[in-house]
């Protein structure tokens, strides 16, 4: 292999001899220009083209921005391969990053801003939203404004435990339709917070919403409230009962309250 940069021969040599550490793989090296170029394992193919600490730097950071799309599963690896070929006009067999030289490295990073891990932020934090119950068709844009305090008619309608990543706080979520006339499709979200300091409180509340919901709650399915817990709850879905809304002082939370419907 010629050195790119000077065009005299490369010297080849195995990962111990050049970092001091068995990688399983060759590489070819030209130690005045500070370039090199791995191989495939021990063989003498290398992976790509040689290149110099600017290079790799470039291709580093092509390969931190390209990767995402396939590492997120977004599209899968070949696909993505694929897709590079097209942005780069280049035949497949030619798009490798390891192969990129300083223009092409800096047209795929004009081609991939860094937006676009923020976009893929994005993908995830829409995701997000919509598992947590937000309903684009009838949800506001903003937090929900707060039910008047009063007893309404609702219904089950989903039930979920949610971990926040964030906070680490975790929460059985009880999802309730509202059947009241003038709160078509709103549903309150109630929310039962398994809070250290709150993990009684939460406990009863948990089993006074089952026992309204007509669910007979066996104590041990707080040892997997993920799966266990919620799938007790589903049992409930489509059931009716009342709830009753209280605003908290000084807090945007309101509390509710479960309560068999009177006859
Ligand atoms: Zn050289």
């Not at 060759?26 to 003498?44: F, S, W």
């Not at 600490?53 to 690896?77: A, I, M, P, Q, Y």
């Not at 000084?250 to 509710?256: A, G, H, L, P, Q």
Request: glycine share 6%; proline share 5%; charged share 25%.
């Amino acid at each position: 292999m010629i050195c790119p940069y000077c065009k005299k021969p490369a010297e080849f040599m195995s990962s111990v001899d050049f970092y001091g550490h068995d990688y399983k793989t060759n590489l070819y090296v030209c130690l005045p220009c500070d370039a090199r170029v791995g191989t495939h394992g021990r063989g003498k193919t290398p992976l790509g083209t040689m290149a110099n600490s600017n290079l790799r730097s470039l291709r580093k950071e092509c390969h931190r921005r390209f990767d995402v799309r396939w590492k997120t599963g977004k599209v899968s690896r070949s696909k993505a391969y694929q897709q590079l070929a097209e942005m780069m006009n280049l035949p497949s067999e030619k798009a490798h990053i390891g192969m990129f030289d300083k223009v092409q490295c800096t047209k795929l990073l004009s081609l991939i801003p860094k937006e676009r891990n923020y976009m893929s932020n994005l993908a995830a934090m829409a995701q997000k939203l919509l598992a947590e119950g937000f309903d684009p068709k009838t949800s506001p844009v903003d937090n929900y404004e707060k039910l008047p305090e009063g007893i309404y008619d609702v219904v089950l309608s989903d039930v979920k435990w949610v971990v926040n990543e964030n906070s680490g706080s975790e929460r059985l979520q009880l999802d309730l339709d509202i059947l009241n006339d003038g709160f078509e499709n709103r549903k309150h979200l109630g929310m039962i917070f398994f809070s250290e300091k709150m993990m009684e409180r939460a406990l009863k509340q948990t089993m006074k919403c089952a026992a309204v919901l007509d669910i007979d709650l066996d104590p041990t399915v707080f040892g997997s409230p993920e799966t266990d817990l919620v799938e007790a709850f589903k049992e409930a879905l489509g059931v009716q009962c009342e709830m009753e809304i209280k605003h908290q002082k000084n807090s945007d939370f309101v509390n509710f309250s479960l309560s068999e419907p009177e006859a």
